[in-house]
DNA sequence: GTCGCTGCAAAGTCTTTGCAGAGAG
DNA sequence: CTCTCTGCAAAGACTTTGCAGCGAC
């Protein structure tokens, strides 16, 4: 598989990392690099956006128009991501989920319910709250969410 | 409509608030106050668990064999319920949302991942943290929701 | 070469909607 | 009576799956 799209010196040293992992991770599993699987994991990365399955469909075939990447593929790739906690995903009232990188850059959300904005926020505060809880009821935790809904600043102000 | 299946002596106070409250939130928007709509929010009452539009329309069906309470209308009273913020939704990893009444005891759940069960929490240090974050963002808090992941004590012990 | 991967389209879920008759106000 | 509701079935939205050829290893 060629690097063509991987050109290290217009990566930054965290997506290579991204990239290791992800490999690593196949390789695990007896899983194939292929150029959709890159194509995913970087355009999600490119984003830094919170993309619904759809949407970073969209932006793939943008970006990469000759492959004509399938939808499937995308969701294959995110489910296997989310799998090994490399992406996270939320869910909303309304339909669909959407899908951001990083669980380990663990953050919590404040969603905007006038235009869909989200804003990250972390608070070890509620983090260490949030052990102590478990630890009283007997649970482990493997992973939280934590979703805050609102009006944000920009739409109060419309 | 009948009083049948909401005779007084059998139902807690709570209850007769909710109810009351249900049907004052219909009178203002105009719409009618049937049976299915009573079957709904009772039933949803009496459960006293986190339920899906499929669950809770299978319970319905079970309790009240008679009125043949179509799925259409579950969906329709949990939406109306939850846009009038009587019932709060939780959305999970995989498909499909479940519901709960009472947005106005609020409180946070513990999800196990093994068996789907779900342990109520409220910790008010985590509240306030929430609404401090909010203040400093400049976001006006609607309402939130969070989810603990995690494996529970009876599903470590098997 | 082998065996997993991909795109496509078809099949599955879950949820919403159109409609004609039923029923609340 | 009027106008909303309901059940049904059909349509929609989102996601998963089967398959035959393709491509990573």
């Known amino acids: 598989m060629s690097n063509v799209l991987t050109d290290f010196k217009e ?27 890159e194509v995913t994991l970087e355009t999600l990365y490119d984003s830094n956006e919170h993309l619904t399955p759809e949407s970073l469909h969209k932006l793939i075939q943008v970006k990469f128009p000759d492959l004509k990447t399938g939808i499937a593929t995308v969701y294959r790739t995110l489910s296997l991501l989310e799998d090994s906690s490399m992406v996270t995903s939320l869910s909303f009232g309304a339909q669909g989920k959407k899908y951001e990188l990083g ?10 319910i006038e235009c869909g904005d989200i804003t990250e926020f972390v608070d070890d505060e509620i983090e260490v709250r949030q052990e102590s809880i478990a630890k009283e009821l007997g649970f482990t935790i493997e992973d939280h969410s934590m979703q805050i809904y609102g009006i944000c600043k920009p739409c109060k102000e419309k």
């Open 103 to 112: 669980a380990k850059n663990h953050h919590d959300h404040l969603i905007c």
């Open 11 to 37: 990566r930054t040293i965290e997506y290579q990392e991204l990239l290791s992992d992800f490999k690593a991770l196949l390789k695990k599993n007896s899983l194939k690099f292929t150029i959709q699987r």
